[in-house]
């Protein structure tokens, strides 16, 4: 039956700025004559158009209302195509209905989700639906969390293949970034306050590193919110290095166990993972950690706002590098790195939502009906396709 709709992805939210990044990604890697049908979706049949042509598609790409909020438009999305590629958050404002609408009718999802206590209440009220019909939803495909999940997944694997079981302890460790978050970005954790404001379960949810975990509490994790001195990596002269609170730590952490937990663990039930951001050594790094740990910028109203976002130039001029370590009792330990070719927020992840819903359709059948994270519905598959389409390189490092 899938094969008999007309597209295999549409893009919801085409002609926001994300959606509108994704949309000029798969012009140029999946073309008419590619194999990939795909469309564009949104609210107005007008800026549908108007996006299309201000992006150079041709004049017959397929142009389709989407309206989460009407159940007529989400049926009707449902009966044409295989995978909804969805960038219209913030996903507890705009994604209910599209979420339930999936899981109900088989269709796989992907989104840019950072929002936890939201993904949880998702896992509650429609995994098993999602099981029962076929959906694969999967949430957060882009900087949040694509690079740090698989980045995760890989070093556990080499671990294993090297140690003869994985590391207890992983670092993840920001070396490098030069880029904005999106507004998208900014809303998403506006809203997640708001929200935690108003109901004390919001709030539990968020603080909780297993929050997506239905049923398992592993060990105590480090908190990652203050700057410290992390005596595991060493500086040029064999002295510590700072390290300060990373902002996406708080759904990225939360991804990471979830992908252990979907593993049957196999990071072990022992698994303690965290994140920071590297500012470097003596008074100079440390004056930096407290700098960062000090910066409320993202969540003030002096943020980006969504539909803004950096010109082509910056976009292009932005990067990322994030170190992962794993250790153990005996001293063993390996170090994986994962880099960006484009600024996290936007440039990057435009392609890693884009081929991330290439890769459920194309390079995953086996991967059954269910709400995942991308290590295990996609794994080695993705990282193929991120390092040969996406700009990313995944590499175990020496020392």
């Avoid at 564009?40 to 209302?65: W, Y």
């Avoid at 989700?113 to 995994?127: F, V």
């Avoid at 379960?201 to 410290?228: C, I, W, Y």
Wanted: proline share 6%; hydrophobic share 40%.
């Amino acid at each position: 039956m899938t094969t008999a709709k007309p597209f295999d992805i549409v893009v919801h939210g085409a002609t926001g700025f994300t959606g509108r990044l994704v949309v000029e990604y798969l012009l140029q890697r999946y073309p008419a004559g590619s194999g990939l049908r795909w469309a564009m979706g949104g609210r107005s049949a007008d800026k549908l158009a108007a996006v299309r042509d201000e992006v150079g598609a041709p004049a017959d790409t397929p142009l389709i209302v989407t309206d989460s909020t009407d159940p007529a438009s989400l049926q009707a999305l449902m009966a044409q195509t295989r995978l909804v590629l969805t960038t219209v958050g913030p996903y507890q404002l705009y994604g209910n209905e599209l979420v339930a609408a999936c899981a109900a009718a088989g269709v796989d999802y992907v989104d840019l989700c950072g929002e936890p206590a939201w993904m949880r209440q998702m896992i509650d009220a429609h995994e098993a639906a999602a099981q029962a019909s076929g959906a694969r939803i999967v949430f957060s495909c882009g900087f949040d969390s694509i690079p740090f999940d698989l980045g995760v997944f890989l070093l556990q694997k080499e671990f294993g293949q090297r140690f003869g079981h994985p590391a207890p302890r992983v670092r993840g460790r920001v070396r490098k970034m030069k880029g904005t978050f999106s507004g998208g970005t900014a809303a998403s954790l506006k809203a997640t306050m708001a929200a935690a404001a108003g109901n004390p379960a919001v709030l539990d949810l968020l603080k909780n590193p297993f929050s997506l975990t239905p049923g398992f509490e592993g060990p105590r994790q480090p908190t990652g919110h203050k700057p410290m001195l992390d005596e595991a990596l060493a500086g040029p002269g064999g002295e510590g290095v700072w390290v300060a609170p990373f902002v996406m730590a708080a759904i990225n952490t939360r991804n990471v166990h979830r992908s252990n937990f979907l593993l049957q663990h196999a990071y072990g039930a022992d698994f303690v993972y965290d994140e920071m951001l590297i500012t470097g050594t003596g008074e100079k790094g440390e004056a930096i950690a407290n700098a960062v740990a000090g910066d409320k910028s993202l969540g003030s109203d002096k943020g980006p706002k969504p539909g803004e976002g950096p010109s082509r130039e910056e976009r292009d001029a932005g990067f990322y590098d994030v170190l992962f370590l794993g250790t153990d009792a005996a001293g063993n330990t390996l170090r994986v790195g994962v880099k960006g070719d484009r600024d996290p927020g936007y440039g990057s992840t435009s392609k890693m939502i884009a081929e991330a819903a290439v890769c459920l359709l194309q390079d995953a059948p086996d991967t059954p009906g269910g709400i995942w994270t991308t290590a295990p519905a996609m794994g080695d598959t993705l990282i193929a396709r991120l390092q040969a389409n996406a700009g990313l390189s995944f590499a175990v490092e020496a020392g």
